[in-house]
Structures are given as C-alpha cells and as structure tokens.
C-alpha cells in the first residue's frame, strides 16, 4: 500500500504537520522540534479537526483538504 505525506505547516520554532494518506486512511502528523524532546504523535485527521483549534497549522490543513477534496468526510 502506497504512502503519500505531505507538508501542513512547519512553525518558527521547528514543530512540524504533516499528512499521512495510506489508501483511504489520513492522519496529522505532528513532529515536535527535536530540541524539545516531545515524541511524534499521529492524529486522525477528524480527531484534530475536532479540537476546533485556531493555530496556523489547522487553517494549513483546512486549506488543504478543501484543495484536494470534495468530501465533506475529510473536513
């Protein structure tokens, strides 16, 4: 099965997103800088987008899946 990531948002301080499509599966990505010692941790993307959050990150991803798709699933 073919893996796709692509880029949301990388911050100033290194934390980057990314999303993870393995055939119907996406998932977020975070990946902390590797100053701060914090763990890669993997989100379903409705699980992330349910936080509701204002970050740049979830306007990257919002913006994102409403280039990509129409589904109203992957919002």
Do not use: C, K
């Amino acid at each position: 099965m073919a893996v796709s990531i692509t880029e949301i948002y990388r911050s100033s301080n290194g934390d980057r997103w990314q999303l993870v499509t393995t055939g119907a599966n996406r998932l977020v990505r975070h990946i902390p800088n590797p100053s701060s010692g914090g763990r890669t941790t993997d989100t379903t993307v409705a699980d992330f987008l349910s936080t509701d959050g204002s970050g740049p990150e979830y306007t990257a991803l919002r913006r994102l899946l409403d280039s990509t798709t129409d589904d109203p699933q992957n919002r």
